[in-house]
């Protein structure tokens, strides 16, 4: 258990990016100390060359044209000296005549030595004969300086990962902890309770995994819904389509007893007037599902609203004056909309239809564009019983009906089909009181000249 566990933390996003934070703060220090040696060297190796090059000058003048000799005795006598300069004199075959014979012979420009005694910068400079001397000066303060500072840069890069690891280690325990939350939650919602969510923190300044953790809970929100959706629509569905099956069978029966032909046609006609209207059912719900599930803008283009409204109530009005009522159109000038004229002509079809079937004898159907700034509201309205305000939003989900005994012909699906239409255009559907009767409006946003 312990080992699963080690190695889901270790595999972790969190700790990596932790551990690979750290590596790099290790490296760029390292980086760093490797630089400042080289330039520190650099820099000690230039100082002790001007003053070798000074003292290097100084005993030239002092012993310009001396003989091996003397220049023995000169060298002899700054060594008795005891500071930090060291001499060697050397012959033309490099060995030591005088001075510090561990001191490198004919070198070309300022070396690093390294003497038992201390590091050294030295510098020769030929002689006549064959001759030449060397002078170094000891560097090893500077050495010890920048040992001390590559020493600080490197105990610092360490100590600096090891606090970033040790923080990483932490966020990485709480980021685990609150992932687990989401792992539960998608458990138990997988398992069946449907009331499951992610922990969510209180706090005013959310991070990433609590956007995440929100967007989880909406999701599974959605997801709830969508399942009571289906449970009810299947239930209204199966509501909606027994009575029909029913009267089916019935009328089928008794085709099946009738003595004489006419008898029997009739029971044969009201048995397909049976099966029409289960086929219309089935016909609204293909309808929803293809605008519901169509790629979105996928046959889109410039829509005059005033101009859809018109044929469809040219289509719609003989009928609507043959059963008594009295259809009004005002479409009004152009209203240019970005979306589907046949989709739309459909939303208004279903809610002219709403109306004539919710209507009674002599009720007045009236259907005008409004313009309102930005967005181009289509508006049917009738002065029918309209739908009290606290089921209008109800209204608008399929196979939901204010008469529940479903006793009136229609499949529940026409105002639900309007909404999913109106959303595919990235506007809304509104039912409202008309005083009395009910007016639907439909808004859509103004497409751009």
Same mark, same amino acid.
């Given at each position: 258990?312990?080992?699963?566990?080690?190695?889901?933390?270790?595999?972790?996003?969190?700790?990596?990016?932790?551990?690979?934070?750290?590596?790099?703060?290790?490296?760029?220090?390292?980086?760093?100390?490797?630089?400042?040696?080289?330039?520190?060297?650099?820099?000690?190796?230039?100082?002790?060359?001007?003053?070798?090059?000074?003292? /290097?000058?100084?005993?030239?003048?002092?012993?310009?044209?001396? *003989?091996?000799?003397?220049?023995?005795?000169?060298?002899?006598?700054?060594?008795?000296?005891?500071?930090?300069?060291?001499?060697?004199?050397?012959?033309?075959?490099?060995?030591?005549?005088?001075?510090?014979?561990?001191?490198?012979?004919?070198?070309?420009?300022?070396?690093?030595?390294?003497?038992?005694?201390?590091?050294?910068?030295?510098?020769?400079?030929?002689?006549?004969?064959?001759?030449?001397? #060397?002078? /170094?000066?000891?560097?090893?303060?500077?050495?010890?300086? !920048?040992?001390?500072?590559?020493?600080?840069?490197?105990?610092?890069?360490?100590?600096?990962?090891? $606090?970033?690891?040790?923080?990483?280690?932490?966020?990485? !325990?709480?980021?685990?902890?609150?992932?687990? *939350?989401?792992? &539960?939650?998608?458990?138990?919602?997988?398992?069946?309770?449907?009331?499951?969510?992610?922990?969510?923190?209180?706090?005013?300044?959310?991070?990433?995994?609590?956007?995440?953790?929100?967007?989880?809970?909406?999701?599974?929100?959605?997801? &709830?819904?969508?399942?009571?959706? $289906?449970?009810?629509?299947?239930?209204?569905?199966?509501?909606?389509?027994?009575?029909?099956?029913?009267?089916?069978?019935?009328?089928?029966?008794?085709?099946?007893?009738?003595? #004489?032909?006419?008898?029997?046609?009739?029971?044969?006609?009201?048995?397909?007037?049976?099966?029409?209207?289960?086929? +219309?059912?089935?016909?609204?719900?293909?309808?929803?599902?293809?605008?519901?599930?169509?790629?979105?803008?996928?046959?889109?283009?410039?829509?005059? %609203?005033? !101009?859809? %409204?018109?044929?469809?109530?040219?289509?719609?009005?003989?009928?609507?004056?043959?059963?008594?009522?009295?259809? %009004?159109?005002?479409?009004?000038?152009?209203?240019?909309?970005?979306?589907?004229?046949?989709?739309?002509?459909?939303?208004?079809?279903?809610?002219?239809?709403?109306?004539?079937?919710?209507?009674?004898?002599?009720?007045?159907?009236?259907? +005008?564009?409004?313009?309102?700034? &930005?967005?181009?509201?289509?508006?049917?309205?009738?002065?029918?019983?309209?739908?009290?305000?606290?089921?209008?939003? #109800?209204?608008?989900?399929?196979?939901?009906?204010?008469?529940?005994?479903?006793?009136?012909?229609?499949?529940? %699906? *026409?105002?639900?089909?309007?909404?999913? $239409?109106?959303?595919?255009?990235?506007?809304?559907?509104?039912?409202?009181?008309?005083?009395?009767?009910?007016?639907?409006?439909?808004?859509?946003? !103004?497409?751009?000249?």
């Amino acid at each position: 258990m312990w080992s699963a566990l080690t190695r889901r933390f270790l595999a972790s996003t969190s700790f990596r990016l932790s551990a690979t934070y750290a590596a790099l703060l290790l490296l760029s220090f390292l980086v760093a100390a490797t630089g400042a040696w080289f330039t520190t060297r650099s820099i000690a190796m230039r100082e002790a060359g001007e003053v070798l090059s000074v003292a /290097a000058a100084d005993f030239i003048d002092e012993t310009r044209g001396a *003989g091996t000799p003397t220049l023995i005795a000169a060298i002899n006598e700054r060594m008795a000296r005891h500071d930090d300069l060291l001499w060697r004199l050397s012959g033309a075959d490099g060995g030591a005549l005088a001075g510090e014979e561990a001191l490198p012979a004919h070198t070309k420009g300022v070396v690093f030595a390294d003497l038992p005694v201390a590091d050294h910068g030295a510098l020769s400079t030929p002689l006549a004969d064959g001759l030449s001397f #060397t002078v /170094a000066s000891n560097i090893e303060r500077t050495e010890a300086i !920048r040992t001390a500072v590559l020493a600080s840069l490197f105990i610092t890069g360490l100590a600096a990962s090891l $606090v970033a690891l040790a923080v990483g280690v932490w966020i990485t !325990r709480r980021t685990l902890a609150r992932m687990d *939350g989401l792992a &539960d939650a998608a458990r138990a919602f997988g398992a069946g309770d449907l009331a499951a969510r992610a922990p969510l923190r209180d706090t005013a300044s959310p991070d990433d995994l609590d956007e995440l953790a929100a967007m989880f809970n909406a999701m599974l929100a959605q997801v &709830d819904t969508l399942i009571a959706n $289906v449970q009810r629509v299947s239930a209204d569905v199966a509501h909606d389509l027994r009575t029909p099956l029913t009267h089916l069978r019935q009328r089928l029966d008794l085709a099946r007893a009738d003595a #004489t032909p006419e008898q029997r046609e009739a029971s044969i006609d009201a048995a397909q007037a049976s099966i029409d209207e289960v086929l +219309r059912v089935f016909d609204a719900m293909l309808r929803l599902s293809a605008i519901e599930a169509a790629p979105a803008r996928a046959r889109f283009g410039p829509v005059d %609203l005033a !101009r859809t %409204l018109e044929s469809v109530c040219d289509a719609y009005r003989p009928d609507i004056e043959a059963s008594g009522r009295q259809l %009004l159109a005002t479409p009004g000038p152009p209203a240019l909309v970005h979306g589907d004229a046949q989709l739309i002509a459909q939303a208004v079809s279903n809610l002219l239809e709403n109306a004539l079937r919710h209507t009674s004898p002599g009720a007045a159907i009236r259907a +005008r564009i409004v313009n309102d700034g &930005d967005v181009v509201n289509l508006i049917i309205a009738d002065n029918g019983p309209g739908i009290p305000a606290s089921a209008r939003q #109800t209204m608008l989900q399929p196979f939901t009906r204010l008469d529940q005994s479903r006793s009136r012909p229609g499949s529940g %699906l *026409g105002l639900s089909i309007a909404a999913a $239409v109106a959303r595919r255009h990235g506007g809304e559907i509104a039912l409202e009181d008309n005083a009395p009767g009910l007016r639907a409006r439909l808004a859509f946003p !103004r497409a751009s000249a």
